[in-house]
């Protein structure tokens, strides 16, 4: 073929796409095409996240009938202004399929006082088989407290066909908090709010946002892990902190990505929170106790760290036993735990009621820092 023949196809090839659109995925122009015709540029749509010209959730780059599609909502450019920056927004009744979907409560932004009892239903859907996990991340997410038991009878969080289990008892406020969910076996995993305006009269809200990732994806969770942190320092509060009392009925694992050349894992209280509130799992509040606690004195509700050495005053003590109950972690200054155990997970495990001795405890906040192998 000459150049003329090509260029002739080139031209009515450009025409032609021009009135359909811009398919995705598709290299308009390849760079020796756009060699010869430096006034076309070079689009590429292939389906990235884009930040949307306004609002903080991130978009996916489509073009306009992809987004339309996906019933999402056209907030700016991207692709060199080929393609458009799709929001998308799933509500109550709906199936999540796209990456970076937004899960609201109805009448959101605003919030909803729900008039009795509401039953808002949404499925995540596998996309594709090379989906294995979700992560939900809850932006924001508050419900009704836990009654003086722990329990959820008035609103309730429910996500089922996930591996790991996720707690069934879930309400109160979750804000801030993440979760990592394996399809498994199945193809669709479900999130159901039961909102109940009678029991409690005030107002809920939700945002949370739905992230694919493939099976061989570098960010994906190892298998177990509800949650999983991939930094060298920071914190976990425990699912409902503070709420008070805290959840009944926990039972998951939260999981640190050791680092390049981590040796041990230092975990202690956070600091800037009510000293209080920062680690109490039973008896009251404010009592102190400080120790890791054999397992039939701390059975009822407890953190498990795998622990090398407990460090309470300047001189660091062997082995301790894995548990921490009551106020064990909340001792001022420095209390440490430390753990050599890879990887660095802990379990967070609580039971079903808050006897008379448990006064208002309000679960953990705890740090972690990874720390380099100490010299022999
Ligand atoms: C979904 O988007 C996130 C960025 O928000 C990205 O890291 C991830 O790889 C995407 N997942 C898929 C399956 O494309």
Known sequence: MGLKNISATVALWVTFMCFLGISSGEQILDKRFGKLFPFFSIVRITNQPCVPESGSQMGTCFTNTQCEKAAGTVNGKCASGFGVCCVVSATCESTITQ?????????????????????????????????????????????????????????????????????????????????????????????SMITDGAANPSARDWNVKVTYYECNAQLRAPDGCLQYFTAATGQVRMLGYPMAPHLADLDYTVCVRPEDGAGSIVWSHCQGEPAGDVFSMTKAKRMDDTMGMPEDMCNMDYVMIMTDEVMSTAVPMPKMNDRYCGNALKAMPPFTVRSTAKPFIMRVKTDSTEPAEDVMNTGFCLAWRQEPPRPK
């Open 99 to 191: 990456n970076n979907t937004v899960f609201r409560n109805r009448d959101a932004p605003n919030s909803f006082t729900p008039t009795g009892l509401e039953l808002c239903n949404v499925r995540i859907s596998k996309p594709n088989s090379k989906i294995c996990q979700v992560k939900l991340d809850f932006i924001s997410m508050n419900l009704a407290p836990a009654d003086a038991m722990g329990q959820c009878m008035s609103d309730r969080l429910s996500i089922n066909g996930a591996t790991p289990n996720v707690p069934a008892n879930l309400c109160g406020m979750l804000t801030g908090q993440s979760m990592y969910l394996d399809f498994g076996s199945s193809d669709r995993l479900s999130m």
